[in-house]
């Protein structure tokens, strides 16, 4: 009850325009703004940077354009001609090309042919180079729109492109179904927005338990499962049935964010599991930190503490358990 009550009430808060301004002015004001932990940075130079740091780590990456609902259909093309900005430079840089999108910065709401053009238009410049686009979930409101523009293009053979489901959404199995009897790719998390009791799962318990029983289907159905958690009892639960099926390794992988659990990323590399990190840049990245915020209301105080220090001129603090 605790957790669904302050979770709503970071989910609500990231809606503040006055305090997305005032975030904004410190989060990533230099090397330790508090924003900094979960985001790789305001500009793609940053961002390939931390990659190619992950990189040399053994992490694999995915990269995304912080953005989402566009005001305008103008904001949406161009949020789009920076994709294809960053495919070019990521590629020229000789990274692998793999990056997330969310269709409401491609103006899913606004007009739904213009957001699959310029969806289209990413995933061409990420097919030319071997580059694969996973299309992230946002709100339920979003989620018809958004598997009918993902199953539009991979209808027209776009191959290179998959979604994401959140195990939340009591819809989710059947979603889960139909985008697997594709054959197209999933990655699995357990949703990351404020819905209504008729739509989600409200209480952890149950949102655990229906990711859990998703996950097995993922495994042994998917195509390249992605799991996206940071939740040890499910990668646990997901190591133990790949291990019972002979599902090794190499036809899985785990997902994590960016500066979340980084011990946990790194012992399941040492195991030899693939762990791809989604890295998030730019400067919209305030509706992205509240969730994180959300998730984990104990960051609270850490941000809290970077603030006060900040006005104090004190030297910077270190995260709790900087991960
Ligand atoms: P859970 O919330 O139970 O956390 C398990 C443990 O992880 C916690 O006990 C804590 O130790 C740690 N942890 C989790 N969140 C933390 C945080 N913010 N700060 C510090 N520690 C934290 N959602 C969505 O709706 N649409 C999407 O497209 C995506 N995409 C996506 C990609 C990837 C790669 C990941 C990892 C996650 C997403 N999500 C998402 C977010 C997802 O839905 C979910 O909100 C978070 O992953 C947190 O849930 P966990 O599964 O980690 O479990």
């Given at each position: 009850m605790r957790d669904a009550l302050s979770r709503t009430f970071f989910l609500a808060l990231a809606r503040s325009a006055l305090l997305k301004a005032g975030a904004s002015r410190y989060g990533m004001r230099g090397p330790d703004g508090f924003a900094r932990r979960f985001v790789g940075g305001e500009t793609l130079n940053e961002a390939m940077g931390v990659v190619q740091d992950l990189d040399r780590q053994g992490f694999t990456h995915t990269l995304n354009y912080l953005g989402e609902h566009v005001a305008s259909p103008d904001v949406a093309r161009r949020a789009a001609g920076d994709y294809l900005e960053i495919i070019e430079r990521v590629g020229a840089a000789g990274l692998p090309c793999k990056i997330s999108v969310k269709l409401s910065q491609l103006g899913l709401e606004l007009d739904r042919a213009l957001c699959a053009d310029n969806l289209r238009r990413i995933l061409a410049a990420a097919g030319e180079r071997d580059g694969f686009v996973r299309i992230d979930m946002e709100g339920s409101a979003t989620v018809d729109a958004t598997l009918g523009i993902f199953e539009a293009v991979w209808n027209e053979g776009l191959r290179n492109v998959g979604v994401v489901l959140q195990a939340y959404l009591h819809r989710t199995e059947a979603d889960l179904r139909r985008v697997l009897a594709l054959g197209a790719r999933v990655r699995l998390c357990k949703g990351a927005y404020k819905e209504p009791s008729g739509v989600a799962y409200q209480d952890r318990a149950h949102v655990d338990d229906a990711f859990l029983s998703l996950i097995p289907v993922l495994l042994a159905e998917g195509h390249a499962p992605a799991i996206a958690t940071h939740d040890r009892q499910a990668i646990d639960a997901a190591c133990r049935f790949a291990e019972q099926r002979g599902?090794?390794?190499?036809r899985f992988e785990f997902q994590m964010l960016f500066g979340v659990r980084r011990d946990l990323q790194a012992e399941l590399r040492d195991r030899g599991y693939p762990v791809r990190v989604y890295v998030p840049f730019g400067r919209e990245w305030f509706p992205y930190f509240m969730r994180r915020l959300a998730e984990r209301p104990a960051n609270v105080a850490f941000v809290a503490r970077s603030l006060l220090r900040e006005r104090k001129g004190d030297p910077p603090v270190s995260p709790p358990s900087r991960r």
């Open positions: 599902i090794g390794p190499d």
